[in-house]
């Protein structure tokens, strides 16, 4: 059984900082494109950065220089530490794998999320 367990949120000031975590179990995890996903309310879940197999990340604009994702393949997990947050960070996070080889090509799973608020 896939499951991904997002924890680390919370609520923190302006200008603080966070970090997320992910743990997944029951896949093959160093062959998972990993990500981290946000949705706020009231609006469409929105990409928030990317880390392939070999750990190149790649980030949307509006965190770019704020946030950084990582992975540990030996620990099976994705984190996201985010700083200098801002009140439209406020969302709820969710952390996917997306299948990258031949094998797994098309598997997309999801966690529940963690919800980050952003408020002083």
């Known amino acids: 059984q896939v499951q991904l367990v997002e924890s680390g949120g919370g609520l923190v000031q302006p200008g603080g900082s966070l970090r997320l975590s992910c743990a997944a179990s029951?896949?093959?995890?160093?062959?998972?494109?990993m990500g981290w996903y946000r949705q706020a309310p009231g609006k469409q879940r929105e990409l928030v950065a990317t880390?392939?197999?070999?750990?190149?990340?790649n980030y949307v604009d509006v965190v770019k220089g704020r946030f950084t994702i990582s992975r540990d393949n030996a620990k099976r997990t994705v984190d996201l530490q985010m700083n200098s947050l801002k009140p439209e960070d406020t969302a709820v996070y969710y952390c996917?794998?997306?299948?990258?080889?031949?094998?797994?090509?098309?598997?997309?799973?999801w966690g529940k999320g963690t919800l980050v608020t952003v408020s002083s």
């Open positions: 996917n794998a997306k299948g990258s080889t031949v094998w797994n090509r098309g598997m997309d799973y």
């Open positions: 029951g896949i093959s995890f160093s062959t998972y494109i």
């Open positions: 880390v392939t197999n070999d750990g190149t990340p």
